[in-house]
């Protein structure tokens, strides 16, 4: 028969004191740990502009804002960004040889992002990435940012022969102006509407695939513009403004007139959760040359 060894005045199985006093001390530690968790959390960039927002969870957008964005292919927003961070995203690439060395109007910085906390919080920004979720119904998911100087003057082109997805044109640019835009240092030229056209790609206009053929692209394009008659616009921006654009916009630089002025700003662009992405510039007949991305983290 089993032996009952508990001392008197003991129920079995109960623990003592000093147990008690080890789960409380736990409990304290793990207590302190979670507010150390949220508080770290609270100071991250997208959280507090979500926490700071009491709106957040209606959509950004009216309808009629909505609507323009899907009838003529751009909206400009205003994402609120604070003042200090454009000017970050300005100083902080500074010093980078595409920023200061030999400008000419193909100058750019490459995803930025990776040493420029102001150009990823831009990028990341919480009320651009609800915009964009409300136009697509689908997460946004940002792949490169490019930081420019001046003008680029490019030629008329759309993004889709550079950034394509499957389904299609799950793909967007949102430019950011990081300082005051207009027509005198090389405001964007777009069409409106241009992106219910037919997208063209490189079997409409070369004979094989890659960047040798490109500029078989731009002359296709540029003839496309003229034979249709289509009207540009331009992008006037104030500083923080962000002009979105959807893939198969047409669009290009603007002449940079005042060439003593900078037109700081930044395009940031976005692919869309469950997709397949390819690069149309390199793909040709039944070949997709795929993309294989680093999403800005």
Not at 260 to 288: K, N
Request: glycine residues 10%; positive net charge.
């Amino acid at each position: 028969m089993p032996v009952d060894t508990a001392p008197a005045g003991r129920y079995k199985g109960r623990p003592n004191r000093g147990h008690y006093s080890g789960v409380r001390v736990m409990s304290l530690t793990m207590l302190g740990l979670r507010h150390r968790v949220a508080g770290a959390m609270k100071r991250l960039p997208m959280v507090r502009d979500l926490l700071a927002s009491p709106t957040w969870r209606r959509p950004p957008l009216t309808a009629d804002q909505y609507g323009q964005y899907h009838g003529s292919g751009h909206i400009v927003i205003t994402p609120g960004f604070p003042t200090a961070v454009l000017d970050r995203a300005i100083s902080e690439l500074a010093d980078h040889p595409d920023m200061r060395e030999n400008l000419h109007h193909g100058s750019r910085v490459f995803d930025g992002w990776k040493v420029s906390a102001a150009v990823r919080e831009i990028a990341l920004s919480t009320y651009v990435l609800r915009v964009l979720h409300q136009l697509y119904g689908r997460k946004p998911r940002p792949f490169q940012t490019l930081n420019f100087p001046i003008g680029t003057e490019q030629k008329v082109h759309s993004d889709v022969i550079h950034f394509a997805s499957d389904p299609p044109t799950f793909m967007c640019g949102v430019w950011v102006a990081l300082e005051d835009i207009d027509l005198g240092n090389g405001a964007l030229v777009y069409y409106p509407g241009s992106h219910k056209l037919p997208v063209v790609t490189m079997e409409d206009v070369a004979p094989g695939p890659g960047p040798e053929h490109y500029p078989l692209y731009e002359k296709h394009i540029e003839k496309m513009v003229k034979d249709l008659k289509l009207e540009p616009a331009r992008a006037i921006l104030r500083k923080g403004q962000a002009l979105i654009w959807a893939s198969n916009l047409l669009h290009g630089g603007g002449t940079h007139v005042d060439k003593s002025r900078t037109r700081h700003s930044q395009v940031t662009h976005y692919f869309f959760e469950g997709c397949q992405y390819y690069q149309p510039l390199s793909s040709y007949g039944g070949y997709r040359h795929l993309k294989i991305d680093e999403w800005v983290r």
